[in-house]
């Protein structure tokens, strides 16, 4: 277990005491009806732990990326859907316009994020998944701003969020610049929320189809790294490091959630006459999926650990974090489940609930494939294009 100040630690325990005595008893319930936990989140609100890591000075408690990711674990063994919305409120648009942002961008984003807001992150399309820099939404350069067109899908927090971090094809004078990152409120004219995506887990969050349809957004709404609109993805991709310690935290948390119940049943449950404990099939089961978990949480606490104060976090170490974590908790849940027999596979348990919202970690924000390409590049000291253009390659022909 990882050293933490005594301001960390407190968060960590207010995060356990909540998931504990309030949101482990409402998981099920909004799993089962796939709605956004409202009042989970007001309680979230009230212990701080949304919009902890904002600065004080703009009313948040400036916590460090530590504190905010021991709270997201604890949250996870109980709630997974709640610990994402702590994820979203402390990382992610949020953290990329307090970093790049003008002084009333940040105010915005904080005083949306303390008043309850989770942030929605608008990146993915139809056509550009992994291949995020092909999208093909347009922000088209008018007098006093631009004007956005295109769709987004898979946008967790669809018809929720107020606050939308939408990235965009800067097209100025007929030419394509690069990609920004334009900030928008949900109402806003040309901003339309589309088809919800009926998922396997996570169900309280939607997500949902963003559309976009002469979406006006105003010089003060573009997020500016570096004095260029077009720098925008390049620079998110930086924030985005943070987010995805955020998600490698709720991994772990699920999967730490799953092996203590394990743990428990085995103790609990008799067959043949004895504890379940007592079978060493079992327990090398068990002190498989310890290993894993410790080996996991490791990776979870350095990543954390990395961020300068306000910065954020080794890009390998946070890619690295979150192939391990997202790997462990799918297989972690599963063998849980394993161990309780049937009674894992009964929804009357968490178990095939925990099974389910762990699965996605492998895949939203960064496959597990495409993180190893990023940490392979990082090993190798070279870029790695994927397009055939970029490699020279010819596409590959079948076979006579
Ligand atoms: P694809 O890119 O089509 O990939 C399909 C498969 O091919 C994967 O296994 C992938 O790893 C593999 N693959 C693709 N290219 C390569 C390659 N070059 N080398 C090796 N393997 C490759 N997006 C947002 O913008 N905002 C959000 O809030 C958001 N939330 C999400 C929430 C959930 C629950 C999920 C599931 C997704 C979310 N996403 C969001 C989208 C997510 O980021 C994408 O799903 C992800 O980037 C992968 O894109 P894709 O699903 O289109 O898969």
Same mark, same amino acid.
């Given at each position: ?57 703009? #009313? ?29 409120? %402390? ?31 608008? *990146? ?49 004078? #007929?030419?394509?610049?690069? *990609?920004?990152?334009? *900030? ?56 985005? %490091?943070?987010?995805?310690? #955020? ?12 092996? #203590? ?72 849940? %599963? ?66």
């Amino acid at each position: 277990m990882v050293d933490l100040t005594q301001s960390e630690d407190a968060i960590r325990r207010t995060a356990r005491h909540l998931a504990e005595t309030v949101f482990a008893g409402r998981a099920a319930e909004i799993d089962r009806e796939e709605r956004y936990p409202w009042e989970n989140v007001e309680a979230l609100r009230d212990a701080g732990l949304t919009g902890m890591t904002i600065p004080i000075a703009l #009313g948040g408690r400036g916590a460090s990326l530590l504190a905010a990711v021991a709270a997201v674990t604890e949250i996870a063994r109980h709630c997974a859907v709640s610990a994402r919305i702590v994820v979203e409120t %402390n990382m992610g648009a949020l953290g990329a316009i307090l970093a790049y942002g003008t002084d009333a961008q940040k105010r915005l984003a904080a005083d949306l994020v303390l008043a309850g807001d989770k942030p929605a992150i608008c *990146i993915t399309e139809p056509g550009a998944g992994s291949a995020a820099t092909q999208m093909a939404t347009t922000a088209r350069r008018v007098a006093g701003g631009y004007v956005l067109d295109g769709a987004k899908h898979w946008i967790t927090g669809g018809g929720v969020s107020r606050l939308h971090l939408i990235f965009a094809r800067v097209i100025e004078g #007929g030419r394509d610049r690069g *990609i920004g990152a334009f *900030i928008a409120l949900r109402g806003a004219e040309g901003l339309g929320i589309g088809r919800r995506e009926p998922t396997m887990g996570l169900r309280g969050i939607p997500e949902t189809e963003i559309l976009l349809d002469g979406l006006f957004v105003a010089d003060d709404m573009v997020l500016i790294p570096e004095g260029d609109p077009a720098r925008g993805f390049a620079k998110l991709m930086t924030a985005y %490091n943070a987010q995805r310690v #955020g998600a490698a935290a709720v991994a772990l948390g699920i999967a730490q959630g799953a092996f #203590g119940l394990a743990r428990d049943y085995l103790r609990e449950r008799e067959q043949f006459g004895r504890p379940l404990a007592e079978f060493q099939g079992l327990q090398w089961i068990l002190a498989d999926m310890s290993v894993a978990l410790a080996a996991a949480e490791a990776l979870v606490w350095r990543a954390a650990r990395s961020a300068p104060a306000g910065g954020f976090p080794d890009m390998t170490y946070a890619a690295q974090a979150k192939i391990l974590a997202a790997e462990t908790a799918v297989k972690v849940t %599963n063998d849980a489940l394993q161990l309780h027999g049937a009674a894992g596979y009964s929804r009357a348990r968490p178990l095939e609930r925990m099974v389910r919202d762990a699965r996605m970690f492998t895949i939203g924000g960064g496959t597990a494939q495409v993180l190893r390409t990023q940490v392979a590049s990082a090993e190798l000291g070279l870029k790695l294009p994927q397009t055939r253009a970029a490699r020279g390659d010819a596409p590959a022909t079948p076979l006579p």
